[in-house]
């Protein structure tokens, strides 16, 4: 029985264009938000490594996890003007967001080879009334620590400002 329901109701596929399963609206918002998300840093402050703070350009990325949307897979590429030797560093990990709360770890990675990024922070000005919104655009302000991988050494620690999608 179930071979002849599946025989007799069989049909060619046929594309539908709905890909997106109702997203395709937001695709040229979400187009834009990529390209910005590239182009222009989304995270500036200083990095103290020592007595002498260094200017810092952040790339950040994060993805709500589908399941859990205040869990995040996060990435990013710092930029630290003025360092001659570690002036590029690499992060990616977990964080947790809340609507006002920032928290998380990451692995950096740079010329001295992988750190421990441990990161909290406060989110503001938010730009979407909707606290149960997936998007929520706002500003943060994250306070963010190196520390050596054998936790034998602090490294340095960061202080920035920013902005978020999610």
């Not at 060619?12 to 187009?31: E, K, M």
Request: aromatic fraction near 12%.
């Amino acid at each position: 029985m179930g071979a002849f329901l599946i025989c007799t109701s069989a049909r060619p596929a046929r594309a539908s264009g709905h890909a997106l399963n109702g997203l395709d609206a937001y695709a040229p918002l979400l187009a834009v938000l990529v390209i910005l998300g590239a182009a222009i840093p989304s995270e500036f402050g200083a990095f103290v490594p020592d007595r002498d703070a260094k200017f810092l350009l952040g790339w950040a990325w994060q993805v709500p996890l589908p399941m859990a949307p205040h869990h995040r897979i996060i990435g990013g590429v710092d930029y630290i003007v003025g360092d001659v030797a570690d002036h590029v560093r690499g992060r990616i990990g977990y964080r947790y967001d809340r609507r006002y709360l920032i928290g998380g770890v990451a692995a950096a990675f740079d010329n001295d080879g992988m750190s421990w990024s441990p990161e909290v922070g406060v989110k503001f000005l938010h730009f979407d009334a909707d606290k149960d919104a997936l998007a929520d655009p706002s500003l943060h302000l994250l306070v963010r620590a190196n520390v050596a991988a054998t936790f034998d050494r602090f490294i340095g620690l960061s202080v920035l400002l920013g902005w978020n999608v999610f």
